[in-house]
C-alpha cells in the first residue's frame, strides 16, 4: 500500500466553479500537511500547509485535515483559468530537514473559461 | 525565498551514456535535495546532499548510479550513469531552510533515455 493516495485525475471545471482536491494517506504518525502547485514545465511551489488537524484558509484556497479519517482536502473557491495546475499532496511526521516528505502522485486540474 | 536554476533544462540521452545535471541557488542553503518525477508517479527523494559530506542516499538509490557533488552552499550536481530508458524522468533540486515545509524546487531537468 503507497503511503499517500491521489486521484490523477484529469479534472476539468468551468470557470468560477469549486474545485475539491483529495488525498488519502496510511501513516497515522504524519502531522504535517502541504500543498503544491506544479504548472507546465515548472517545478513545485508550496501552496498551503496546516499541521494535524483542521481547516486552514488562504485568499481562494481552503486547506482541511481530518486525521481520524486519514483524508486531506484542498478547495479552491472561484476557480481561475490561472488555477490550471497539477496539484501534489505531500506529508510527513516531521517538518525538519532530513525526514522523509511522502507525496501524491498529483491531481490535473484544467479551468475552462 | 530561494531562486533555483537548472542546466540542462531537457535532454535525449543515448543508453549507456551519462548526463550530469547541475543546480543553481541564488543564496546560501545547507541541504539541497534531488528529486525523481516520473509520470504518474510520486515524487520521489533520490538523495540529500550537504556541503561538504558525501549524499545520503534514499532506499532504492544508490551513489553508482547518481553520484552527486556539492562543492559549495550554491551548487550541486546530479549524475545519471549509465542511463537506460527507465531512468527517463525529470529531475528536480530543491532546498530548504531547517523546516522543510518550506522548501523550493527548481524548474526539473526533463530527461529523455532512447
Known amino acids: 500500500q503507497k503511503e499517500v493516495e491521489q486521484d490523477p485525475g484529469p479534472l476539468s471545471v468551468p470557470e468560477g466553479a469549486i474545485v475539491s482536491l483529495n488525498c488519502t494517506y496510511s501513516?497515522?504518525?504524519?502531522?504535517?500537511f502541504m500543498w503544491y502547485r506544479q504548472y507546465s514545465r515548472k517545478g513545485p511551489e508550496l501552496l498551503m500547509y496546516?499541521?494535524?488537524?483542521g481547516n486552514k484558509e488562504d485568499g481562494r484556497f481552503t486547506a482541511q485535515v481530518d486525521k481520524s479519517s486519514k483524508y486531506i482536502s484542498l478547495f479552491i473557491r472561484d476557480s481561475q483559468p490561472s488555477d490550471s495546475a497539477t496539484y501534489l499532496c505531500a506529508m510527513s511526521d516531521s517538518p525538519h530537514t532530513g525526514n522523509q516528505f511522502y507525496f501524491g502522485t498529483g491531481t490535473s486540474l484544467t479551468v475552462i473559461p | 525565498s530561494a531562486v533555483i536554476s537548472q542546466k540542462p533544462s531537457r535532454d535525449i540521452c543515448q543508453r549507456g551514456t551519462s548526463l550530469t545535471i547541475q543546480c543553481q541557488v541564488d543564496?546560501?542553503?545547507?541541504?539541497m535535495f534531488w528529486y525523481r518525477q516520473q509520470p504518474g508517479q510520486s515524487l520521489t527523494l533520490i538523495a540529500t546532499a550537504n556541503q561538504g559530506s558525501e549524499a545520503t542516499y534514499e532506499s532504492g538509490f544508490v551513489i553508482d548510479k547518481f553520484p552527486i557533488s556539492r562543492p559549495n552552499l550554491t551548487f550541486s550536481t546530479l549524475t545519471v550513469s549509465n542511463m537506460s530508458p527507465e531512468d527517463s524522468s525529470i529531475y528536480l533540486c530543491?532546498?530548504?531552510?531547517?523546516?522543510?515545509?518550506?522548501?523550493?524546487f527548481g524548474p526539473g531537468t526533463r530527461l529523455t533515455v532512447t
Open positions: 530543491s532546498v530548504g531552510p531547517p523546516v522543510r515545509y518550506e522548501q523550493y
Open positions: 543564496s546560501q542553503v545547507t541541504m
Open positions: 501513516n497515522s504518525a504524519f502531522q504535517y
Open positions: 496546516t499541521y494535524s488537524s
